[in-house]
Nanobody
Framework: QVQLVESGGGLVQAGGSLRLSCAAS????????MAWYRQGPGKQRELVAK???????NYAASVKGRFTISRDNARNTVELQMNSLNPEDTAVYYC??????????????WGQGTQVAVSS
């Protein structure tokens, strides 16, 4: 069994910063990509940022230049540094990872989500 646990959400004023963390634990053989998604009020879940094992990243256009994703492969963690936050960034943020649990088994995993609220 594998689980992802997020932390670091909260309430911040516009222009402020937050740092989200996610740790994977359990029966992990290896982890392919790790990512952050978000779902705002009344909106569909969308990809925020993604990072491969080798450190290749991609970002949603709306967060490029403001958010930075990073990971520690040895600790099976991923972080999202969010700067210059604005009210449109208000959402539940979900950690996501593609985890290989055995040599032949790969599963997508999701965290429970952490709330980020940005006040104007």
């Amino acid at each position: 069994q594998v689980q992802l646990v997020e932390s670091g959400g909260g309430l911040v004023q516009a222009g402020g910063s937050l740092r989200l963390s996610c740790a994977a634990s359990g029966s992990i053989f290896s982890i392919n990509y790790m990512a952050w998604y978000r779902q705002g009020p009344g909106k569909q879940r969308e990809l925020v940022a993604k990072i491969t094992t080798g450190g290749v990243t991609n970002y949603a256009a709306s967060v490029k230049g403001r958010f930075t994703i990073s990971r520690d492969n040895a600790r099976n963690t991923v972080e999202l540094q969010m700067n210059s936050l604005n009210p449109e960034d208000t959402a539940v943020y979900y950690c996501n990872a593609e985890i290989r649990t055995t040599a032949r088994s790969i599963i997508p995993c999701w965290g429970q989500g952490t709330q980020v609220a940005v006040s104007s």
